[in-house]
């Protein structure tokens, strides 16, 4: 009877198994727990240790500064085809808007009114002008018509 | 003096048409403006052919005979500004040899000695 109540007791009691795992995380550890990538390849062994050797360390830096410039260009590029699009956009709401309205009329008008008139002063200042090429009769006469209105001034 | 006749006596100056020493003879050395007497003896001189010096050498009252002291002499300074004066010294010889009036004579013989100097 006493010799069943020890081999009672010994089962009772807990015996520790030592292959089993206490405390999961202690072991494995999540390295991109906090980590937010955005799509960037971190290419640094990240398995070697949770304590990293300096040139592990240069190695992050490396591959942080590497993904941040490809960020950069990513995001500097975006802007640019969306300003692009906005002169485009503007560009032809522009050209149709004087295409459309009577404005482009006006300055047609205006550019025609200015090329009459300065055709007519081109031709007013050839004539007005003396020179040799011009015939003797013409200079003859030109002289006469000036002594005319200069009697009669 | 009135610019557009001025205009007309330079493009008369340089013309090619002999026809120009008339107009500047009839019309020029005519006028009653001292002015355009001066700057059209001026402009016979530059022509430097027979026609147009004979104009303000052998004539009385033109040129080198004008009444003007200041159309006289503007003649004769540019007669002597001429680099080629084998015309005008064979019209001045003819001039003092030939001509009838004796002023003209005298006044022919003058500029030859100043040509001469």
Redesign the interface.
Known sequence: MATIDKIGAILNTKIEIPFKIKARESIHTNPFKDSKFDGSILPADIFEGTQLKSQNKAKMVMSAIAGSVSNFSRKIVEPVAAFCNKVKTNLSNAFNYAKTTTLSESLSDLGNYISQKVSTMRKNAEMNKISDKMPVVDLEAAWINENKLMEAA | M?K??S??I????????N??IR?LEN?GTNSSDNDIREKTSRALVKKNVHDSLKVVIINEGKGINDLSPVVAMSTINEILALKDKTEVLHILEDTINMHSSETVRENAASVKSLLAL
């Not at chain 2, 330079?10 to 048409?17: I, P, S, V, Y």
Request: hydrophobic share 35%; glycine share 0%; aromatic share 0%.
């Open positions: 009135n557009k006749i205009q007309i330079d493009a008369l100056t340089t013309h090619q048409d026809d120009s107009v019309l």
